[in-house]
């Protein structure tokens, strides 16, 4: 019973503090590793066309993350910038059939 509370207690106090510290090193690896850059994409034409781009953009060493949205004619993308670059990005959807300009950089 006793203890019970007491290990309650000390969830409660230790919860936030890991937590904190999960966040902190999440942000810490973003800020060196990772560059986000939103495309803007010509060719879409249909749904499909989504799952293509995405899948030539996947196909870029140094990709770490794809999300291709179909009604705006956009990839957001994120990278390690040590890797590769917005340039890649965009010979990897013209190679595929989608020519592609940089319309926002996201820090
Ligand atoms: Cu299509």
Same mark, same amino acid.
């Given at each position: 019973?006793?203890?019970?509370?007491?290990?309650?207690?000390?969830s409660?106090?230790?919860?936030? !503090? =890991?937590?904190q510290?999960?966040?902190? +090193?999440?942000? *810490?690896?973003?800020k $060196?590793?990772?560059? #986000? /850059? %939103?495309?803007?994409i010509?060719n879409?034409t249909c749904?499909?066309?989504k799952?293509?781009?995405?899948?030539? !953009? =996947?196909g870029?060493?140094?990709?770490? +993350?794809?999300? *291709?949205?179909?009604n $705006?004619?956009?990839? #957001? /993308? %994120?990278?390690?910038?040590?890797?590769?670059?917005?340039?890649?990005?965009?010979?990897a959807?013209?190679?595929?059939?989608?020519?592609?300009?940089?319309?926002?950089i996201?820090?």
């Open positions: 019973m006793t203890f019970k509370i007491i290990f309650f207690i000390f409660l106090v230790t919860a936030p !503090l =890991l937590m510290t999960i966040h902190a +090193e999440t942000v *810490v690896q973003v $060196s590793n990772s560059q #986000s /850059v %939103t495309l803007a010509q879409m749904a499909m066309c799952f293509t781009i995405k899948k030539a !953009l =996947l870029v060493v140094g990709v770490q +993350e794809v999300s *291709v949205d179909y $705006s004619k956009t990839a #957001s /993308v %994120t990278f390690d910038p040590q890797k590769t670059s917005s340039e890649a990005l965009i010979k959807t013209t190679d595929a059939g989608y020519p592609a300009t940089v319309s926002q996201n820090k």
